[in-house]
């Protein structure tokens, strides 16, 4: 063999072994995040597993091994547009509407029951039964505007979570800091498992409690009053307030929560050996609606405690000093250090951090799982990039538009009131194919709505569709 071909084919072979073990090594940076996320996790499993074995903590462990979509679902409802709006409402009006926090929590919990059932029964999301039993046209609609909304709504979150986190380390750049917490979630959305990232997710919503111990670390709460305006209703006939009831209405009845929903309880079944729809089907017990339903319901409750824990202490803070022109949840945070002192302070500003992390990837997933299914695209997180380009290129466009609205001069609360307006255009819509959906038997093989739940969605529906008709009403009102 000639000297020179040989040392050139070492050469070559030398430079492939390096290509490819700087190729691994890119990967195992790229995966480290994830890998130390993911042993955090574990470890804090193996605890409370050794706890969870004594007699008086397996109760807690059964109900923690049922909860999963609707936990991480209603936490993902505190994101921080919603925790902005509800310190607006504590700090403009105190404690006057603190009964919305006790009002909602019905409501919410019986849509979000009703789109775990949808998902559970049919083995598909919202999107695809919509698009199998109504004209492809609705479904079209509502997914272009859902996309807008929930892009609109992610880079409004990105920037408060970038803002809170400059409040923590005053001399992180704001522009690192959006693009670095938008990487990191496209990260764990795109190369982690489902498995690991539902873990990751349900872990995360204990976050939601620091805005607890926000409230209960402020001095002087009077508790009679709190009971008082929790179940006794009052309100002003002003547009002030109107747009306030309408904001909150709208940041807990979301349309991007009945569609991640509906599609994480089609990925719960998927992991549990549900391959096909018929396998999911066919593997529906009446045991899996009982425990979706305890599930959903509590996850639903902890997003109202959280929202009547806001409003308490932006009110006994806040409103009591004069400072009711609070426009993020920033702004409420860095309101809260010279009145409330340095802990309420620091756990609301690692709240809005925490709520982003567990929102954005709801926000950006829901639409994609909505424009996957009515387009046909195969889609789910269990699957590989490879596996879903199309559902996992949506999530990647829609980050990247959010991190762009960061950039190009929008108003974060402008932008957040164009999201609240286009969600609250298209809620009742979406309502209306949910009950629809749920109630009728033949679509939900003999596991429809109770009559109960059936006339509490329509209540619902009407509800969000007078306050969509007075937020627009509104708009053009000087």
């Known amino acids: 063999m000639n000297p ?11 430079t492939m072994k390096t290509t490819q073990r700087l190729k691994q090594l890119i ?6 995040p994830a890998v130390a996320l993911d042993r955090s996790t574990s470890f804090i499993e193996k605890v409370v597993h050794l706890y969870v074995k004594r007699a008086t903590f397996k109760k807690i462990g059964s109900y923690w091994n049922v909860l999963g979509p609707g936990l991480t679902t209603g936490a993902a409802d505190d994101d921080p547009s919603g925790i902005a709006t509800y310190s607006q409402q504590g700090a403009q009006t105190g404690l006057q509407l603190l009964w919305l926090s006790l009002f909602t929590f019905p409501l919410m919990a019986v849509v979000q029951e009703m789109c775990a ?17 109504y004209h492809r046209s609705f479904i079209y609609t509502i997914t272009i505007l859902l996309f807008i909304a929930n892009t609109l709504n992610l880079g409004a979150d990105i920037g408060a979570m970038a803002q809170a986190t400059q409040l923590l380390i005053p001399k992180a750049p704001f522009t690192l800091l959006v693009i670095g917490f938008s990487s990191f979630i496209l990260f764990l959305l795109i190369f ?26 402020i001095k002087g709460i009077n508790y009679k009053e709190i009971l008082y305006h929790t179940f006794i209703p009052s309100f002003s006939f002003t547009k002030e307030q109107l747009l306030l009831i309408t904001a909150v209405l709208g940041t807990t009845i979301s349309p991007y929560l009945f569609f991640w929903q509906t599609s994480q309880e089609n990925e719960e079944q998927i992991l549990a050996g549900g391959t096909t729809i018929q396998k999911r089907q066919d593997n529906l017990s009446n045991k899996d609606i009982k425990e979706m339903r305890i599930d959903v319901w509590i996850g639903m409750l902890i997003s109202n405690v959280v929202m009547f824990f806001i409003i308490v202490a932006c009110s006994f803070t806040l409103h009591q000093h004069g400072l009711t022109n609070i426009k993020t949840a920033a702004d409420a945070a860095s309101a809260l250090k010279p009145i409330a002192g340095d802990s309420a302070y620091l756990f609301f500003a690692l709240g809005i951090i925490g709520a982003g992390l567990l929102a954005v990837p709801v926000l950006a997933g829901s ?3 909505a424009l996957s299914e009515s387009l046909r695209w195969k889609l789910g997180l269990y699957k590989k990039l490879k596996e879903a380009s199309a559902f996992y290129g949506v999530i990647i466009i829609s980050m990247f538009i959010g991190i762009l609205i960061n950039f190009i001069g929008l108003d ?11 969600n609250g255009l298209i809620a009742p819509f979406i309502l209306f194919f949910i009950v629809k959906i749920s109630s009728n038997q033949k679509i939900m093989n003999g596991r429809s709505n109770h009559p109960a739940i059936t006339v509490l969605g329509w209540l619902t529906t009407v509800i969000m569709a007078v306050v969509a008709g007075a937020t627009i009403i509104s708009m053009f009102i000087p």
């Open 412 to 422: 974060p609360i402008k932008t957040l009131i164009y999201s609240a307006v286009l």
């Open 27 to 32: 990967e195992q940076a790229a995966a480290s």
């Open 367 to 369: 639409a994609s799982y």
């Open 192 to 217: 982690t498992t489902y498995k690991s990232y539902a873990k990751y997710l349900k872990w995360l919503a204990f976050i939601l409690f620091t805005y607890i111990f926000s409230a209960l670390s």
């Open 4 to 14: 020179s071909h040989s040392a050139s084919m070492g050469i070559q072979s030398l």
């Open 117 to 133: 059932r949808i998902g559970l029964v049919t083995g598909r999301g919202l999107a695809g039964n919509i698009r199998k039993h």
